[in-house]
T-cell receptor, first 115, second 114 residues
Framework: NAGVTQTPKFQVLKTGQSMTLQCAQDMNHNSMYWYRQDPGMGLRLIYYSASEGTTDKGEVPNGYNVSRLNKREFSLRLESAAPSQTSVYFC??????????????FGSGTRLTVV | QQQVKQSPQSLIVQKGGISIINCAYENTAFDYFPWYQQFPGKGPALLIAIRPDVSEKKEGRFTISFNKSAKQFSLHIMDSQPGDSATYFCAASKGGGSQGNLIFGKGTKLSVKP
């Protein structure tokens, strides 16, 4: 099925370890996003990429880096994980008007625990 | 600074009742207002969206009401069902939905009791 695929689905890291969260979309969308979701905090934008080759900081970028590898793939890297980065991470992509109605398509999430 | 304020944080409704979730925004440049539905363990999914040229949009049991002068919009779920139990997020952006980033509310956890 077309959509946004995130890997891994679950991950436990020790403080100070690094890891990369992978995201790929097959809908030919230009824009891609990384959000984190924490209880009572809603969805907070970490980084986004409006098009291949460009990335920009969102609301909570500290401690993260991203790479827009090509039009399909947008990865999120934690260089030195901290317990405060324990969260559920969602990747999303956006189509143009009518695909679907300007809305975002989200992946199923990566649940990350940093101990 | 939170640009989209959502209430209530949680809501319990009896089966068959009406669920109402409210959002208020600050930026008058916003012109695209979607609602997302999220089931446990899943990513949010677009439910319904509205642009400010209309005051109401209905899709099945779900209706968005929009009040431009008050800078408020709300989601009404008619004949609420246990299967509607989920977290709902309102959002807003500029550029009619094709530009700018969505600003999300903090979410409302809806529980529909049988």
């Amino acid at each position: 099925n077309a959509g946004v695929t995130q890997t891994p689905k679950f991950q436990v890291l020790k403080t100070g370890q690094s890891m990369t969260l992978q995201c790929a979309q097959d809908m030919n969308h230009n824009s891609m996003y990384w959000y984190r979701q924490d209880p009572g905090m809603g969805l907070r934008l970490i980084y986004y990429s409006a098009s291949e080759g460009t990335t920009d900081k969102g609301e909570v970028p500290n401690g993260y880096n991203v790479s827009r590898l090509n039009k399909r793939e947008f990865s999120l890297r934690l260089e030195s994980a901290a317990p405060s980065q324990t969260s559920v991470y969602f990747c999303a992509s956006r189509g143009e008007l009518g695909q679907p109605f300007g809305g975002y398509t989200f992946g199923s999430g990566t649940r990350l625990t940093v101990v | 600074q939170q640009q989209v304020k959502q209430s209530p944080q949680s809501l319990i409704v009896q089966k068959g009742g009406i669920s109402i979730i409210n959002c208020a925004y600050e930026n008058t440049a916003f012109d695209y207002f979607p609602w997302y539905q999220q089931f446990p363990g899943k990513g949010p999914a677009l439910l319904i969206a509205i642009r400010p040229d209309v005051s109401e949009k209905k899709e099945g049991r779900f209706t968005i009401s929009f009040n431009k002068s008050a800078k408020q919009f709300s989601l009404h779920i008619m004949d609420s069902q246990p299967g509607d139990s989920a977290t709902y997020f309102c959002a807003a952006s500029k550029g009619g939905g094709s530009q700018g980033n969505l600003i999300f509310g903090k979410g409302t956890k809806l529980s529909v009791k049988p």
